[in-house]
Each structure stands twice: as C-alpha cells, then as structure tokens.
C-alpha cells in the first residue's frame, strides 16, 4: 500500500533529523516537570486513581501539544522542498498521501507516548491502579492525538509555511477544546451540539476515568476521518490551482 | 504514444493555454519552446497530471488523464526544473522509494535500480547521500526518479538548466538515451539545446501553439538565410544584395578588415543561384555559412508573427 510507503519514509525523516527528537525531548520533561510538581506533589492525600485520572489529564495535553508541532511540516516541508512534486506524480491517491503523513505522525506519536509510561508505573509503585486504567487511559490519549494530528495535517496541507500550518492547526484545536465552554453559556440545542463538538471534556473523560465508551471512540474515529477527508480535498483542489 | 487535444487552461479570467494539440511518437524527443510565461510549465504539468486542464484531453498510452488519473501517472515520469530530492536520502534509498511511490513491486524496484542508475550514468554514487552530490548528478538522480518505472512518457522541464558545459553534454547524451521505447518532452530556455537534442519543436507562445515541426520544417515556414562573407567593401556587398531578385532581407555583420559579411534572407532557397551570381558580379567569396543561431531566427520570427 502506498500510504505505508510514504509512512515508512516520514517516519525514517523523523527519526534522522533533529526536530522530532527536540519536540519529544522537550515535551517529556515539561510533562515530566508537571507530574511530580502537579500530579505527585499535591499537599491533600488522594486515590491513586485520582492521581492517574491527573496523569492522563496533563498526558492528553501534551500528547495534543506534539500532534500539533510535529505535523506542522509534514506536507507544508515537502512543498516548500518541491519533493511534493515526488508523491503527486505518483499513482499514490491524494487520500494516500494524507493516511501515510498522518500514518507517521501518530507513529512518532506512539512512541512519544510509550515512553511515558514510566509516570504511571510510579503511581502504580506508590499506590494501586487497575491495569485497565492505565490502557484505556492510553487509547483516549492516541484517540485525541489522531483527532489532532488529522487537524495538523489539514493544517499542512493548506499552508506552505510550516509555521502557518502550526497557527492554523493551534487555533482550530483550542477552537474545538474550548466548545465545551460555549455549551455552559448557550441554550440547547446548541448547547448540546456544542458538547458534543468539544474534542476534550465530553469525549476524553471518561477515557480519563478508564471508561471506554463507544460514543467517545466513534466521536474520534469521525473526527479524525472528517478532517483527513478535509485535507484530501485540500490536495485534490491544487490540482486546480 | 502521446496525444494532446485542445489543452486549455485558465487561471482565473487568464487564458495560460488555449487549444493546444500535438502528439508524440515512441523514441521520438519532442522540445517545447517558448518564451517566459508562454504556457511551457503548464503544458508540462498538465501532462505530468499535478494540475488538471480546464478543457481538452491527454491520453498517453491509450490511458486518458481524466478517466484515470492514477493509471496515467504510473505511464508518466516527470523531472521538474528543480528536481524533487529527498536530500537525507541515499540514491538508492531513495530510487527504492520513488518506485515503490509509482507503484512498483518491491523485487521489481530492486531490479530496475541497476538499470536506471546506468541510464542516468550514475555508476559509482549509489551509496552516496543525495545532499552531498554535485547540481549535475542531482539532476540525474532526478531522471533516475523519473525513468525508475519504465514509463511511456518522460517529461523534463530545463533538464540542463544550472550545469556546467561538460555536464551538459553528459545530459545531453543521458536524454538521447532516454528516447527508447519511449517519448520524451523537454522544455529549454537554451534554443540551441532544442536543437542539439529534440527530434521535433513545439512552439508556443502567449499560451497558443504557434508552430511545431522539425527544425527543417520550420525553417521552411519563414525565410531561407545564409551568412555570405566576401573580399571588399560591406557597402558594396549589402547594396548587390538587397538589389538582387532573390533576396528579401540583408543584415551586416561586423567583420574583419577588407572583409564583408551580411546575413541574407531568400523567400525560397535558391542559395546556390545567388553564390553563383555574387560570383558572377565579381566577388571573391571567402565563406558561405548557416547563421549560427537558425532556430533563434525561426523563433523569433514565430513569435513576431503571431504577435503582430
């Protein structure tokens, strides 16, 4: 399949060059910075489930923060680079080369995310979680990073400036998280819509809580599919620029 | 092997090409000429299908560009002016995935990777990280790229473009070789390039197809020119020749003391008539010759053409 190959070669770009490290670096200790001085040091006694619900509150932030910086340049540098020129003349579809850029942005974002893992395990050393907190926790996480990495994508491919993608794909996210602010001031059934809309509290919550429910994961999968689809169409119309 | 019909191109209210059609045939190289702005990118880039024509049709293979977009890009290699490298990438790395990019089976990328570094005359840098080649063999990694596949059609814009003499006549020989089995287009700024290297010219100018043919046959369409240099005055020489019955244009030409030289236009070419009769009137003919740059003239005079 043609979207791995395009995959594949992103992937290897990111780990070749210096910037993913950079943004993986600096994520991880900022997180790190605010897990023990906001999830692990606070002064009242809590459960150990409260602490882990903390945890992936600051871990789906972070995760979102990456989406964001890594996608930035993944269609907007191959266009600046003219190797865009490569894949549009390839038999991949449009809709290929959006699945192999997102394929290998959440990639690295697995990866920025496993190595994470070592903050829950210190909560699981100093208290007791279930273990199927811990994973559903972990899929509401890559759940809203695809979500925002489909957003960074969009924003990618409709800039060829990495740093106007990165504005565009930063505002439209926090646009989506602060939806829910919106439902408390507006009456349904906007204010239903408006809930429903927010990428964040309705949505990520209970995967917080280690719930998994199916209107979370279908509400994700139809975002992430709306705006790669978006992107898709995006491609599709430069070819009557 | 490549038929285009009635290519028309808007951008917006401006007409980038309209109804431009010419066909290619296999082995044939086909040099599309014209001024900055004269439609040639847009040509090129409808046939390498990264923009879509507002009317007409390209069919390259039996494939129609519309009806399938996707099959017709596999028949298509396209280098542009600036070739599209990864440059963190090894030759072959990245040979290995602009075919699997085109849709190559992964044994058959690994076969044809040997074959297309000879093409390309790239023999000795396939280890070698693209970054650090030179502009000429970065152009033929971009030709490798483009002929990684085996397609039908091979479209080059300003291949030479940016190289040094001897890379230039290293290319001209990689794009020669190119032709079999195959057309090739090619877009130059370098009209003598066109000449050196095209079987047949396209021209286009302000977005219309003014002329195409072979360089022969479009010297045919204007006017038959010599360069004449003789002993004795450049008065003497220009006044017989724009006296004489044949001759429709003279331009002097600087030359050497108690030389004349003038290029000479003629309606029909009946050049052997007028040195027989530059003889006849006296002259003592020291060198009779094509004016250097032919196509130039046959350009301009296109372009003036149309424009008037």
Redesign the interface.
Known sequence: M?AL??AR?DLA?YL??YSAYIIIAAILFLQGLMFNAWVLGASSARYSHEVLEQFFYLDGGFAMAAAILLTMRSIAEERAN????????????DGQIVLGKWLAAMAMIAILTALTIYMPALIMVNGKVALAHVVVGYVGVLCLAGATTAIGVLGSAMFRFQLAAGIFSTVLTITLVVMWILSEITDPPFADLASYMAIWNMHFTPFQEGRLTLSSLVYYSTVTTAFLYLATRILEAR??? | MVEVAGLTRFYGDFSALSDVSFGIAEGEIVGLLGLNGAGKSTTLKIL?????PSRGSVTIAGVDARANP??L??R???L?E?????R?MTVTAYLR??G????MPAARVESRIPEVVRLADLEGREEQVIGTLSHGYKKRVGIA?AIIHDPKLVILDEPISGLDPAQIVEMRRVIRGLATGRAVILSSHILGEISQTCDRIVVIHDGKLVAQGTEAELHQGGSHKLVVTTRGEPERLTSWLEAHSLVTGVRRLDAEEGLASAVVSMTTDERERLIADLVGAGFAIRLVEDPEDELEEIFLALTKQEAT
Request: proline letters at 6%; charged letters at 25%.
């Open positions: 043609t190959t395009i070669r770009a070749h060059g003219g190797t865009e020129v490569l894949l549009r003349t390839s038999t991949a579809s070819r009557w620029e | 390498a299908g990264t923009l879509t996707e099959a890009r596999s298509i290699g396209y542009p600036e070739p599209p490298l990864y963190d995935h602009a699997r990019l085109k849709g790229q």
